[in-house]
């Protein structure tokens, strides 16, 4: 059975500090996807990787996709009070198979 | 952006009952969608892939003649509660995807309570 290690499970920090999340596996996945969910809602897609050794950007967010596609890592510069939320690492291990997910990383930034 | 849509968003109901759960897809056709139970703080668990026009696929220890699935339409998938129970009590979310590689799309998932 392939699992995602997601650390760390909750980090509280204060607005204007940098966190890195990661997620790590054994096995190798065709593709990494992250989430970023509130309470009450769904999960709403943050990026897809693809390629091994990829770093994708959004904004103040640096995802990045191991080179040998087994790890995965979100970093957030500069955090605000908006970025609170859980954040979920998903992954698939073939093309076209349901997402297997991190636990999640419970994000709560103050001001 | 692929739009899933989710109904009901909350639902209270008596020990017993049955409910049913519906998640569209509102401008794509998903060939299959995903059903997932979460419960306070934790992450998504699977629990069964719904395929269009074909039997649903259950993770180990769903009971699937509790959780009946039905996938009738390219944008439609039912997830019906069988003589639900405190325990059964969670949040459930679909999700769909429009693309056979592309990425999942979640609804806004369904607050199941019951007394």
């Known amino acids: 059975t392939q699992l995602l290690e997601q650390s760390p499970q909750f980090l509280s920090i204060q607005e204007g500090e940098n966190l890195t999340v990661y997620c790590n596996s054994s096995?190798?996945?065709?593709?990494l996807q992250w989430y970023r969910q509130e309470p009450g809602e769904g999960p709403v897609l943050l990026v897809t990787?693809?390629?091994?050794?990829e770093v994708k950007k959004l904004k103040r967010l640096t995802f990045q996709f191991g080179d040998a596609r087994k790890d995965s890592s979100l970093h957030i510069t500069a955090a605000q009070p908006g970025d609170t939320g859980l954040y979920l690492c998903a992954g698939a291990s073939q093309a076209g198979t349901a997402l297997i997910f991190g636990k999640g990383t419970t994000l709560s930034v103050s001001s | 952006g692929a739009v899933v849509s989710q109904h009901p968003s909350r639902v209270i109901c008596k020990s017993g009952t049955s409910v049913k759960i519906e998640c569209r897809s509102l401008d794509f056709q998903a060939t299959t969608m995903f059903w997932y139970r979460q419960f306070p703080k934790k992450s998504l668990m699977l629990m069964a892939t719904?395929?269009?026009?074909?039997?649903?696929?259950?993770e180990q220890g769903v009971e699937k003649d509790k959780f009946l699935i039905n996938h009738a339409s390219l944008t439609l998938s039912t997830l019906t509660v069988t003589s639900a129970h405190p325990e059964d009590s969670s949040f459930y979310i679909c999700?769909?995807?429009?693309?056979?590689?592309?990425?999942?799309?979640f609804g806004d998932g369904t607050r199941l309570s019951i007394l």
């Open positions: 096995s190798v996945f065709s593709s």
């Open positions: 999700s769909a995807r429009d693309q056979t590689v592309g990425p999942q799309h």
């Open positions: 719904s395929n269009e026009g074909s039997k649903a696929t259950y």
């Open positions: 990787v693809v390629t091994g050794g």
